[in-house]
Protein backbone atom coordinates (compact mmCIF):
# COMPACT_ATOMS: atom_id res chain seq x y z
CA UNK A 1 0.00 0.00 0.00
CA UNK A 2 0.94 3.22 -0.58
CA UNK A 3 1.41 6.18 2.36
CA UNK A 4 -1.58 7.45 1.22
CA UNK A 5 -3.33 4.55 0.89
CA UNK A 6 -2.15 4.04 4.96
CA UNK A 7 -3.36 7.42 5.82
CA UNK A 8 -6.77 7.40 4.37
CA UNK A 9 -7.50 4.71 6.68
CA UNK A 10 -5.02 5.57 9.19
CA UNK A 11 -6.34 8.67 9.94
CA UNK A 12 -10.19 7.78 10.43
CA UNK A 13 -9.35 4.95 12.50
CA UNK A 14 -7.21 7.46 14.56
CA UNK A 15 -9.92 9.79 15.16
CA UNK A 16 -12.20 6.99 16.35
CA UNK A 17 -9.90 6.09 18.59
CA UNK A 18 -9.76 9.75 20.24
CA UNK A 19 -13.44 10.08 20.14
CA UNK A 20 -14.48 6.88 21.66
CA UNK A 21 -11.63 7.72 24.23
CA UNK A 22 -12.66 10.86 25.09
CA UNK A 23 -16.25 9.34 25.35
CA UNK A 24 -15.35 6.15 27.55
CA UNK A 25 -17.34 4.15 25.15
CA UNK A 26 -14.81 0.91 25.09
CA UNK A 27 -17.01 -1.22 22.87
CA UNK A 28 -16.70 1.43 20.30
CA UNK A 29 -12.91 2.25 21.09
CA UNK A 30 -12.09 -1.34 20.16
CA UNK A 31 -14.56 -1.74 17.14
CA UNK A 32 -11.31 -2.40 14.49
CA UNK A 33 -9.07 -4.25 16.95
CA UNK A 34 -7.80 -7.26 15.66
CA UNK A 35 -8.86 -10.78 17.32
CA UNK A 36 -5.20 -11.19 19.01
CA UNK A 37 -5.66 -7.68 20.39
CA UNK A 38 -8.86 -8.13 21.98
CA UNK A 39 -8.06 -11.50 23.11
CA UNK A 40 -4.86 -10.09 24.85
CA UNK A 41 -7.04 -7.06 26.82
CA UNK A 42 -8.11 -7.08 30.34
CA UNK A 43 -11.50 -5.87 30.37
CA UNK A 44 -11.35 -4.22 33.84
CA UNK A 45 -8.22 -2.87 33.28
CA UNK A 46 -8.89 -1.22 30.12
CA UNK A 47 -12.30 0.44 31.32
CA UNK A 48 -10.19 1.59 34.66
CA UNK A 49 -8.04 3.49 32.50
CA UNK A 50 -11.18 4.97 30.55
CA UNK A 51 -12.60 6.18 34.22
CA UNK A 52 -9.40 7.13 36.02
CA UNK A 53 -7.30 8.99 33.63
CA UNK A 54 -7.81 12.57 32.50
CA UNK A 55 -5.25 12.38 29.80
CA UNK A 56 -7.45 9.61 27.94
CA UNK A 57 -10.81 11.08 28.67
CA UNK A 58 -8.85 14.55 27.16
CA UNK A 59 -7.38 13.78 24.19
CA UNK A 60 -7.64 17.28 21.63
CA UNK A 61 -9.18 15.98 18.20
CA UNK A 62 -6.40 17.91 16.39
CA UNK A 63 -3.32 15.71 15.70
CA UNK A 64 -0.32 15.93 14.19
CA UNK A 65 0.71 13.35 11.64
CA UNK A 66 4.35 12.16 12.03
CA UNK A 67 4.99 9.63 9.82
CA UNK A 68 4.90 6.13 9.12
CA UNK A 69 7.07 2.92 10.01
CA UNK A 70 6.92 -0.10 7.82
CA UNK A 71 8.15 -3.15 9.45
CA UNK A 72 7.13 -6.72 8.60
CA UNK A 73 3.27 -7.27 7.58
CA UNK A 74 2.38 -3.91 10.04
CA UNK A 75 2.94 -0.47 9.37
CA UNK A 76 3.13 1.89 12.54
CA UNK A 77 1.03 5.79 11.97
CA UNK A 78 3.20 7.99 14.38
CA UNK A 79 0.60 10.88 15.75
CA UNK A 80 1.39 13.94 18.11
CA UNK A 81 -0.98 14.03 20.31
CA UNK A 82 -1.96 16.78 22.82
CA UNK A 83 -4.53 17.31 25.70
CA UNK A 84 -7.50 19.57 26.66
CA UNK A 85 -6.60 19.71 29.78
CA UNK A 86 -2.65 18.83 30.11
CA UNK A 87 0.25 20.86 29.01
CA UNK A 88 2.19 19.05 26.95
CA UNK A 89 2.58 16.78 23.82
CA UNK A 90 2.69 12.88 23.86
CA UNK A 91 3.77 10.53 21.14
CA UNK A 92 0.41 8.34 19.56
CA UNK A 93 1.36 4.74 18.14
CA UNK A 94 -1.13 3.51 15.96
CA UNK A 95 -0.53 -0.30 14.11
CA UNK A 96 -2.34 -1.73 11.47
CA UNK A 97 -2.34 -4.73 9.66
CA UNK A 98 -4.82 -6.98 7.85
CA UNK A 99 -6.50 -9.54 9.26
CA UNK A 100 -9.14 -11.87 7.28
CA UNK A 101 -9.15 -9.31 4.73
CA UNK A 102 -9.42 -6.17 6.68
CA UNK A 103 -7.25 -3.28 7.84
CA UNK A 104 -7.61 -4.10 11.75
CA UNK A 105 -5.54 -2.53 14.54
CA UNK A 106 -3.02 -4.61 16.24
CA UNK A 107 -1.34 -2.25 18.45
CA UNK A 108 -2.67 1.80 19.61
CA UNK A 109 -0.92 3.84 22.57
CA UNK A 110 -0.17 7.08 23.64
CA UNK A 111 2.73 8.03 25.79
Not at 74 to 90: A, I
Amino acid sequence: MTDEEILAIAHPMWDDLIKYSNKGQYGKFVRHFSYNLLFGLNEVEVGKQFVKSELTRNLSKERDYLGIIRRGEHVTVLYRQRSTKKEGEWLGRLVLGFEDGEVKIFGASIF
